[in-house]
């Protein structure tokens, strides 16, 4: 088992849809959690972090943690076009001093 | 202001030569990392270092050598090239284990 793992998409939405982006990870013990955008080309900028149960908002998007089912997702409300990136979630693993570790990234296409 | 900064940009070179890559912050932070993400877009720590020291060692050939010479600092050497070392390789930085903050990338050819 990957210890992040992420379906490799590509995730196709009509504009204005909303998109459901999934993590699940392997160490239950894990602490923080985070969702980056990567353009292609680009070096990944952070979304949004997480770090106890529940959902967080931030504009259009929502975090939601849950760590008896080691999941996380990102929700995109009102896609727009220029949401279309790749997604990567990453953990910050238990006992791993300052490392997180990262999935492979779902490419998300917003449609016109 | 660059909070990331990474020379060089493009770095186009034969197998068997030896390069650096040099990454500057100017975030205050104190931690430090280089990453290496291939051509399926797999994001791999390969070193991390704490106030100048090495906290995280993946499993990267020897033939890669990290040098921290301050804690805004952080290079890359890389001796021999291989053909299996292009790839993107991206330095970055976090304050502690929050946020880490991405330079723009090395796009390293190795021909």
């Known amino acids: 088992q990957k210890e992040v793992e992420q379906n490799s998409g590509p995730l196709s939405v009509p504009e204005g849809a909303i998109a459901s982006l999934n993590c699940t990870y392997s160490?239950?013990?894990?602490?923080?959690f985070f969702w980056y955008r990567q353009y292609s080309g680009k070096s990944p900028e952070l979304i949004m972090s997480i770090y106890s149960n529940g959902d967080k908002e931030d504009g259009r998007f929502t975090a939601q943690l849950n760590k008896a089912s080691q999941y996380v997702s990102l929700l995109i409300r009102d896609s727009q076009p220029s949401d279309s990136a790749t997604y990567l979630c990453a953990v910050n693993m238990r006992g791993g001093y300052q490392k997180v570790t990262f999935g492979t990234g779902t490419k998300l296409q917003v449609i016109p | 202001d660059t909070a990331v900064s990474q020379t060089p940009k493009y770095l186009v070179t034969q197998m068997g030569n030896d390069k650096s890559i040099k990454c500057e912050q100017n975030?205050?932070?104190?931690?430090m990392y280089w990453y290496k993400q291939d051509s399926k877009k797999f994001l791999k720590i390969m070193f991390s270092?704490?106030?100048?020291?090495?906290?995280i060692n993946e499993t990267v050939p020897n033939r890669f050598s990290p040098k921290s010479p301050d804690k805004a600092h952080l290079n890359l050497h890389i001796n021999s090239l291989e053909l299996g070392d292009s790839a993107v390789y991206f330095c970055a930085s976090s304050q502690g284990s929050n946020t880490q903050y991405f330079g723009p990338g090395t796009r390293l050819t190795v021909t």
């Open positions: 160490d239950r013990g894990s602490q923080s």
């Open positions: 270092y704490n106030n100048k020291e090495l906290i």
């Open positions: 975030l205050g932070h104190d931690t």
